[in-house]
């Protein structure tokens, strides 16, 4: 009787759970994900990829297996907290083994990319901001105000500001007002 029992118990889980079956009609995203939408006439959004992530390790190295420490390392995420990483699939790959360790952000570059010269001039956020802050030069006529106002005969330089302050607050009442 047990056994009678435990085939139908077995026909009943197995008719269930068939892993084969896939629900009717979803769109089929790259991976293997399947999106139903509410709307029929669903469409996606225009979206750019980023070319590159800003990985950064949330978690410590300290009991995770070695094949976990291994990615880190080949990423060079264990000796810095903050990495840059390219936006391709075997990399990827390697950050979904380790998604539980990190945090990505995509970096995004709201002024422009940086070309060569830039290098120098550039500042990454925590946000994933790329800011390009060039080197700024004064204006010529800026230049030319500054020269005027040094060579200027009738400006008081700063010694003689000194005096003169010096002579009104030991004559308090009888000089310099």
Same mark, same amino acid.
């Given at each position: 009787?047990n056994?009678?029992? $435990?085939?139908?118990?077995?026909?009943?889980?197995?008719?269930?759970?068939t892993?084969?079956?896939?629900a009717?009609?979803?769109?089929?995203?790259?991976?293997g994900?399947?999106?139903?939408?509410?709307?029929?006439?669903h469409?996606?959004?225009?979206?750019?990829? =980023?070319? #590159? *992530?800003?990985v950064?390790?949330?978690?410590? $190295?300290?009991?995770?297996p070695w %094949?976990?420490?291994?990615?880190?390392?080949? $990423?060079?995420?264990?000796?810095?907290?903050?990495?840059?990483?390219?936006?391709?699939?075997?990399?990827? =790959?390697? #950050? %979904?083994?380790?998604?539980? #360790?990190i945090?990505?952000?995509?970096?995004t570059f709201?002024y422009?990319?940086?070309? &060569?010269?830039?290098?120098?001039?550039?500042? #990454?956020?925590?946000?994933?901001?790329?800011?390009?802050?060039?080197?700024?030069?004064?204006?010529?006529?800026?230049? &030319?105000?500054l020269?005027? *106002?040094e060579?200027?005969?009738?400006?008081?330089?700063?010694?003689?500001?000194k005096?003169?302050s010096?002579?009104? %607050?030991?004559?308090?009442?009888?000089?310099?007002?």
């Open positions: 009787m056994r009678q029992l $435990l085939k139908v118990q077995n026909l009943v889980i197995s008719f269930s759970r892993k084969g079956y896939k009717p009609g979803g769109l089929r995203y790259p991976g994900i399947v999106y139903y939408p509410r709307n029929s006439d469409k996606d959004p225009e979206y750019t990829p =980023s070319k #590159l *992530f800003r950064e390790r949330i978690r410590p $190295l300290k009991f995770n %094949w976990q420490k291994q990615i880190l390392k080949d $990423l060079k995420i264990s000796e810095n907290r903050v990495t840059i990483v390219k936006n391709i699939p075997e990399i990827n =790959s390697r #950050l %979904w083994k380790i998604k539980h #360790l945090k990505v952000t995509p970096i709201p422009g990319e940086p070309t &060569e010269e830039d290098i120098n001039h550039t500042i #990454l956020k925590e946000n994933g901001q790329c800011l390009v802050t060039k080197t700024l030069s004064p204006h010529p006529k800026q230049i &030319e105000a020269e005027n *106002f060579n200027d005969k009738t400006k008081m330089d700063s010694v003689t500001i005096k003169d010096r002579f009104k %607050w030991n004559n308090a009442y009888g000089g310099g007002f």
